[in-house]
C-alpha cells in the first residue's frame, strides 16, 4: 500500500486524487500539509480523509513514509518542494502548470532522474479514453487533408480575494490556468508549436484573455482563452480539413459529457455522453503503472516542453 501526502488542501484535490484514490486498494492518502491547521482539519472532516498526518509544506516533501506526492500548491512553489521529494525518491504528481518556467520544469526533471522518481504533470484529460478516440477519429473521419486547428478553453473566474489567478507573482493568469490545457492539447495532436502571434487583454498583472497563433508543421493553429467575468464556460477542439471538420466538446472534461460532431451529417460514426470514471482515475492509474516501471505516456520532458511554449507565448505579448 503506497502513502499519499498531500501538498496543499486545494480545491481541486477531492476530484484531483482523494475521490480516486478512494477507488483503489494499493493508495491511501497519509499526509496532509496545510498552513492552517484548522482548515486542514475541516478539509479532512469534509472529505472523509481519517487517521491523517498533519504537517507543514517543508516537512512533507522530506517526509520519510510517504511515497508519493500530489503537489496542488500554486505553481510558484512547485519547484522547491517537488526538488526536495523528487531526490528522495519520492514520486510526484504535480498539477499544471508544472512552474513557473523553462528553468523550474527543468530543475524538477533533473531530479525526478536523479532521484530515480517518476514526475507527472496532471494533465488529467489526457489519460481519459476520449482523448485516443478523438485520435482515431481524426484519421477515419472524412475530412481530408488537415489545414489547421483551433481550441478555445473558457471559464469565468471571479476576482476574489486572494484568488490565485489574478496574483502573478503566484503563477497567475489565464493561459496558465486554462490555456495550458489548449497549448498541450495541440502540442500533443500536432507537435510542438512555432508562436506566430499573440494578444492578450492584461489586467492586474496578468492576462485575463488571451489568442494564440502558431504552426505545428504545415498546420496553422489557434487557441484562445478567458477566465474574465463575462466569459461563458466553453471547451473544445475543432479540426478543419479540406473537406470538413471535426469538432470535440468538452475535451478539458470528458466525464462530465463529451461529443464528437462533422461537418459531414451522413458521417455517423460519433462518441457521445459521459463517463463511468473520471479523468483523474484513468491519471491516477497510469501515474501507479509508471511507479511500477510501466512507459510513461507523459515525461518529465514533455512538461519542460510545455514550459518553453508558454514561455514563447508569454514573450509575445511581453508579460513574466
Do not use: W
Amino acid at each position: 500500500m503506497m502513502k499519499i501526502g498531500l501538498l496543499g488542501a486545494a480545491r481541486i484535490a477531492p476530484i484531483g486524487i482523494i475521490q480516486p484514490a478512494a477507488r483503489r486498494e494499493d493508495v491511501v492518502v497519509t499526509h496532509l500539509a496545510c498552513r492552517d491547521q484548522a482548515r486542514a482539519k475541516d478539509f479532512c472532516a469534509a472529505n472523509g480523509l481519517q487517521n491523517i498526518t498533519f504537517t507543514d509544506y517543508a516537512a512533507l516533501a522530506g517526509q520519510a513514509d510517504v511515497d508519493i506526492i500530489y503537489c496542488a500548491l500554486p505553481p510558484a512553489l512547485h519547484v522547491e518542494l517537488a526538488e526536495v521529494a523528487l531526490l528522495r525518491g519520492v514520486h510526484v504528481l504535480c498539477e499544471k502548470p508544472l512552474a513557473m518556467n523553462a528553468s523550474e520544469a527543468e530543475r524538477m526533471a533533473a531530479a525526478a532522474q536523479k532521484g530515480g522518481a517518476v514526475l507527472l504533470e496532471a494533465f488529467h484529460y489526457f489519460f481519459h479514453p476520449a482523448l485516443k478516440a478523438f485520435e482515431l477519429a481524426m484519421r477515419k473521419a472524412p475530412i481530408g487533408g488537415i489545414a489547421s486547428v483551433r481550441s478555445v478553453f473558457n471559464v469565468p473566474i471571479p476576482n476574489t480575494p486572494g484568488q490565485l489567478r489574478y496574483i502573478p507573482e503566484l503563477g497567475g493568469g489565464a493561459l496558465m490556468d486554462l490555456g495550458c490545457y489548449n497549448l498541450h492539447a495541440i502540442r500533443q495532436l500536432f507537435g510542438e508549436p512555432r508562436i506566430s502571434k499573440a494578444a492578450a487583454d492584461i489586467k492586474h498583472g496578468v492576462d485575463v484573455a488571451l489568442h494564440v497563433q502558431m504552426r505545428c508543421g504545415d498546420i496553422n493553429a489557434e487557441m484562445s482563452c478567458d477566465m474574465r467575468g463575462s466569459a461563458a464556460r466553453e471547451d473544445y477542439i475543432e479540426i478543419i480539413g479540406s473537406e470538413g471538420r471535426l469538432r470535440f466538446d468538452s475535451f478539458v472534461a470528458p466525464h462530465r459529457g463529451y461529443k464528437f460532431s462533422y461537418s459531414d451529417t451522413n458521417y455517423d460514426d460519433h462518441h457521445e455522453g459521459p463517463s463511468e470514471l473520471m479523468t483523474y482515475d484513468y491519471q491516477l492509474a497510469h501515474f501507479i503503472d509508471m511507479i511500477g516501471g510501466a512507459a510513461p505516456r507523459l515525461t518529465a520532458e514533455d512538461g519542460v516542453k510545455q514550459m518553453r511554449a508558454i514561455e514563447a507565448i508569454y514573450k509575445k505579448i511581453d508579460l513574466r
